[in-house]
């Protein structure tokens, strides 16, 4: 069964995934307005991978012959006080992320919504891969301790980030 609640707890993700990708472009933004290609390069990936993870509960309400009914989105922060700032931001959005899911998850157990379940199971793995992704960018900006040459080292690196792989969609 497919509850009217679990339906729109899931328009409600739509949502949430949304809002994390404009939150995302608004980093990119920010970081190319700063100098830092690499970031940005990241940023854009990280927006990228946020619209599929909207989409794959777009297509999920479809599928189960639901409407999508969507929602404002909030404008984002247009500052951000530095890098560290910006990559811990992007941390406690995740963390808040990963707790909607959870969320969802229990409601789907509650009701024993079999085919929810199953398919929230990919965002609870893919979650614990966000946090641990941006966790450990967060850590790499604190260990350089604001040293230029250190970002620098780090924003090429992270102007490597390869786009969303094909198991992503
Ligand atoms: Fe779709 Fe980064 O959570």
Do not use: C
């Not at 009217?4 to 980093?27: F, R, T, W």
């Not at 929230?120 to 614990?128: H, K, N, P, R, T």
């Not at 450990?136 to 604190?142: A, F, H, P, R």
């Amino acid at each position: 069964m497919f509850s009217k609640k679990m339906q729109e707890a899931l328009n409600d993700q739509i949502h949430h995934e949304m809002e994390s990708a404009y939150i995302y472009l608004a980093m990119a933004a920010y970081f190319a307005e700063e100098n830092y290609p690499g970031f940005t390069h990241w940023m854009k990936m990280q927006f990228d991978e946020e619209m599929i993870h909207a989409f794959k509960f777009y297509d999920y309400i479809h599928s189960r012959g639901a409407k999508v009914v969507l929602q404002a989105i909030t404008q984002p922060p247009a500052e951000f006080d530095s890098p560290l700032s910006a990559f811990e931001t992007a941390l406690g959005h995740e963390q808040k992320i990963s707790a909607d899911i959870h969320n969802l998850y229990a409601l789907a157990l509650e009701e024993k919504d079999y085919p929810s379940l199953s398919f929230l199971q990919w965002f609870i793995d893919e979650q614990v891969e966000e946090e641990e992704h941006v966790g450990g960018v967060v850590e790499d900006i604190k260990r350089v301790s604001g040293s230029d040459q250190g970002l620098l080292m780090l924003d090429r690196e992270l102007g490597q980030r390869l786009p969303p792989s094909p198991e992503e969609e």
